[in-house]
């Protein structure tokens, strides 16, 4: 039996396997190119093995197909999309210990099994129809030449889409990525990953670009309005999941409550983020660049970098991209944060770890004494709801157990991790309102805010976040919209009662945290070039009539008006 032929007949069924499967869960694939396209990839990743098993190095390649298409195939389960550039940056963006716990979550779901058992049964298939294609059969040559004769027309087709895909790894721009011009027919799995791989690639390359433009930043004037400003910025806040936004839900912000009931914490309504993962959310969070500006977001500054060249101290306490890390979570999502360059640009203090638990990172930050001697812009980024929601909050905030759930999805599973989702948003409380106590007896202002939302079994039997193609109102209301919070002390109302009045006034106003800049720049009363009214929320000008969109195409506005009727 030829090891070469085996493979060839395990991808093609791997692949049609996928687009069936795509196609039945909602993904949307074109099944005329999805049956033709890949058997020209498939056919000279056989023939590498071929080759290669003459310096026996054959298993390589096999190996790495059979990891490829059931990697695909698990990502179509369990996050009903296909290899996008956004899942290959999730990819890149996962360390160690949130891969581990990526494997602990996929166990539980059903969808690994069922990928791993037609793993299993379609290369059982392909052997056999492997060792059958060496006999002899009635019509095998006619049989042959029409597979040959697919190979062709095949690899006519898919030379263009491997020149599109050399043109977008070698350049240094997602611009010319995105150019529907060197797009590649999106249609076998594998020149999906390498065009998702290519993206990211250019996507890190603009850093230097980027660099410079930041150097470069200018600040007209900067009146330090608030000379105190700590935003907390969390992960994976599903607002569904709280009685701050749904009074009868499980009592999982009992501080913030209580701070909100002594008129100390606003809480905003509606606000959502324009991605529902974290690279992107906080490349257009920490941007002064939207779609609105006509040109490449590298020709645009970050805000950090604005506030230190204002006189800001800017100190950046992270639980995920601290200096010390080596993950590949440094190549993509930490990227505008871990570039040498940038880092240096944008912040005064850093981190140089990470911790188990949120709460002690809060050790780590300095003394609100010392916060107070300097204009400061003090930036908590947690780990806050990300999975596996178990290990994100010590035995001690184990409040909640599966019988408090009423997710009907899931089964006892769906309860379980519904549960430990409440508890990490229990412990959430507790570190958010700890940072907020820091301000307590200061004329500082805090904000909080999530990098996106997250799905726990609230509409269907899923959590996490998903990739599909067409964002339907329920994955906007869950993965998309996002808590927003104000924290004003007594003594900084009493000495900004003008913000105060603002914030309160603006609370129902609608947001997307690409525009997050904007309203800490009119904290911070600073006048930069890239600043607009428009878009800061706290403004009377500000603009409540633009889209807000989400997912690179949706308007989450238009979206959800039918479906709150």
């Not at 006619?142 to 898919?158: E, N, T, Y």
């Not at 970050?302 to 101290?313: I, M, S, T």
């Not at 927003?484 to 000495?495: I, N, P, T």
Request: negative net charge.
């Amino acid at each position: 039996m030829s090891a070469p032929r085996t493979l060839l007949f395990f991808s093609l069924l791997m692949c049609y396997i996928i687009t069936l499967t795509s196609n039945l869960i909602g993904t949307e694939t074109d099944w005329f190119l999805s049956f033709l396209l890949p058997i020209f990839d498939c056919w000279l990743l056989s023939l590498l093995a071929g080759l290669l098993n003459k310096i026996k190095l054959g298993i390589v390649v096999t190996v790495l197909v059979a990891v490829i298409l059931f990697s695909e195939l698990l990502t179509v389960f369990f996050y009903h999309s296909n290899f996008t550039i956004y899942v290959v940056l999730l990819l890149f963006e996962t360390n160690v210990g949130e891969s581990t716990e990526f494997i602990h979550a996929a166990l539980a779901h059903p969808g690994s099994w069922y990928a791993v058992t037609i793993t299993i049964l379609t290369g059982v298939a392909a052997c056999y129809l492997a060792r059958y294609s060496r006999k002899p059969f009635k019509y095998k040559k006619a049989l042959a030449f029409m597979a040959f004769a697919l190979v062709v027309w095949s690899g006519i087709r898919q030379v263009s889409a491997y020149y599109k895909l050399f043109r977008c790894f070698s350049s240094a721009s997602t611009t010319v990525c995105n150019d529907t011009r060197y797009i590649p027919h999106l249609n076998t799995p594998f020149v999906r990953l390498a065009y998702g791989a290519a993206f990211n690639i250019a996507a890190s390359a603009e850093l230097d670009v980027l660099e410079a433009t930041v150097a470069a930043t200018t600040v007209d004037s900067c009146s330090y309005r608030c000379p105190l400003i700590v935003l907390v910025i969390g992960e994976s806040f599903n607002k569904h999941h709280t009685p701050l936004y749904e009074k009868d839900y499980l009592p999982t912000t009992p501080l913030l409550m209580q701070q909100q009931e002594k008129g100390n914490l606003v809480v905003y309504t509606d606000a959502v983020a324009p991605f529902n993962f974290t690279s992107n959310a906080f490349k257009y969070m920490f941007s002064t660049w939207d779609e609105e500006s006509g040109d490449e977001w590298t020709g645009h500054t970050l805000f950090p970098a604005v506030f230190k060249k204002a006189g800001y101290c800017v100190d950046f306490y992270t639980n995920q991209f601290a200096m010390a890390q080596t993950d590949m979570w440094d190549f993509a999502g930490g990227t505008i944060f871990n570039h040498h360059g940038l880092s240096e640009l944008q912040f005064t203090h850093r981190n140089p770890d990470i911790f188990d638990y949120d709460g002690e990172l809060l050790h780590e930050l300095p003394p609100t004494d010392s916060l107070t001697v300097h204009p400061t812009l003090l930036i908590v980024h947690l780990r806050g709801q990300h999975v596996k929601y178990d290990n994100r909050y010590p035995q001690a905030y184990a409040k909640f157990a599966p019988n408090d759930e009423k997710t009907p999805f899931g089964g006892q599973t769906g309860r379980e991790i519904a549960a430990h989702y409440d508890n990490a948003t229990l412990y959430n409380d507790a570190v958010v309102n700890t940072v907020f106590e820091m301000l307590k007896n200061t004329d500082g202002i805090g904000i909080y805010l999530s990098d996106h939302g997250e799905e726990v079994y609230d509409w269907r039997d899923k959590y996490e976040r998903t990739n599909e193609r067409t964002i339907t109102p329920e994955i906007a209301r869950y993965q998309y919209e996002i808590p927003l919070m104000f924290y004003m002390s007594d003594s900084f109302k009493e000495h900004h009662p003008d913000v105060a009045e603002a914030v309160k006034t603006s609370a129902d106003r609608p947001f997307i945290s690409s525009d997050l800049c904007h309203l800490l720049f009119y904290l911070g009363g600073i006048s930069i070039p890239d600043y607009q009214e428009k878009r800061n929320i706290l403004s009377p000008q500000y603009d409540k009539t633009r889209k807000r969109i989400i997912g690179s195409s949706t308007d989450y506005d238009e979206l959800m008006r039918n479906f709150r009727r």
